[in-house]
């Protein structure tokens, strides 16, 4: 409940669909975050997120000064169990150092205005409900319980 | 679900404080604003004092002030300091847990607790003065545009 000094937000931060070259910066942010590298992973993201982009997918950047201070990656979902599209995040990462200053705010509104230009009116997403970092990110948002429940059960 | 009085009040002075900071408000100013005992959330407001929530002058021009990180501070924190949040309170009896039926409804109501508790703390104070900025619940009642042509076209 302390209060801390926030650090100060680079006014060269701009915000970029991803590029190939983009990938080791990611890969390696992702990993600093989580404490796992998950190349293959990545890079089979990037080849269906940000190279081919046909269908409404989207993998955005947030750059300073050449470094990748964050990402955010989305989708358009449609017509799961009946429900019309909708725009759907499944990543968000922004450097712990850059945090609170807003780099996720732009990345979440640089993906909310691509998901407007793809013609849906609401934004999803799920994670564990024990990641309050992020949930509370996406809180701040403004974004609140939707008309899903997420169900999980384990295969013996 | 259902909040406490206390709790309520707390959250109420909390957010009322806290929507500016530099602003001093008498426990009377707040308890006119939303209706509530002036005395009950006299006490309330002492409790917050005590959790370094808010600061109180005396005097001509005195009152209460939030003292709090509005970023940071959750309603969970918050209703933490008058009530068992969730699980605690649903602790079944010990009778319940001697049956599988029990057990069972354990597991439901522990699963509903659950995501109250991570609702709670992922909501900050900062938040709710946003979401009470937006008064999403003017808004509720009007008809819901059709999804996008050109989403549904795909």
């Not at chain 2, 924190?77 to 949040?85: A, G, H, N, S, T």
């Not at chain 2, 001697?98 to 057990?103: K, M, V």
């Not at chain 2, 008809?143 to 076209?153: E, I, L, M, R, Y």
């Amino acid at each position: 409940m302390t209060s801390a000094a926030a650090p100060e937000r680079s006014s060269k931060l701009r915000i970029r669909p991803a590029v190939s070259r983009d990938l080791p910066a990611l890969i390696a942010l992702d990993e600093e975050v989580t404490g796992i590298a998950k190349r293959t992973y990545w890079k089979e993201t990037f080849q269906l997120y940000g190279a081919r982009r046909r269908v409404p997918r989207f993998f955005l950047v947030a750059e300073s000064d050449g470094t990748i201070e964050g990402f955010i990656v989305g989708e358009v979902r449609a017509w799961e169990f009946g429900e019309p599209p909708c725009g759907w995040i499944f990543a968000v990462q922004v450097r712990p150092g850059t945090r609170l200053t807003g780099t996720g705010t732009l990345l979440f509104g640089a993906l909310c205005d691509a998901f407007r230009r793809a013609g849906v009116q609401k934004v999803r997403t799920m994670m564990l409900r024990g990641n309050n970092l992020v949930l509370s990110f996406f809180r701040s948002q403004g974004m609140m319980a939707g008309p899903f429940i997420e169900l999980e059960t384990t295969l013996d | 679900m259902r909040l406490q009085k206390a709790t309520s009040f707390a959250l109420y002075a909390v957010l009322e404080l806290a929507a500016d900071p530099l602003r001093q408000l008498s426990g009377t100013d707040i308890a006119d604003k939303y209706g509530i005992s002036a005395h009950h959330l006299a006490k309330v407001l002492r409790d917050l004092g005590r959790a370094g929530l808010v600061d109180s002058a005396r005097g001509v021009g005195g009152g209460y002030r939030f003292i709090g990180n509005a970023k940071r501070l959750t309603l969970f924190d918050v209703i933490q300091i008058f009530e068992p949040v969730a699980s605690e309170s649903a602790a079944s009896h010990d009778s319940e847990l001697e049956t599988d039926a029990g057990h069972a409804l354990h597991i439901v109501l522990n699963e509903i607790d659950d995501h109250a508790i991570a609702t709670f703390r992922s909501i900050t104070i900062s938040t709710m003065l946003k979401l009470i900025a937006r008064r999403p619940w003017e808004s509720a009642a009007k008809p819901a545009k059709s999804a996008g042509k050109a989403a549904s076209d795909r």
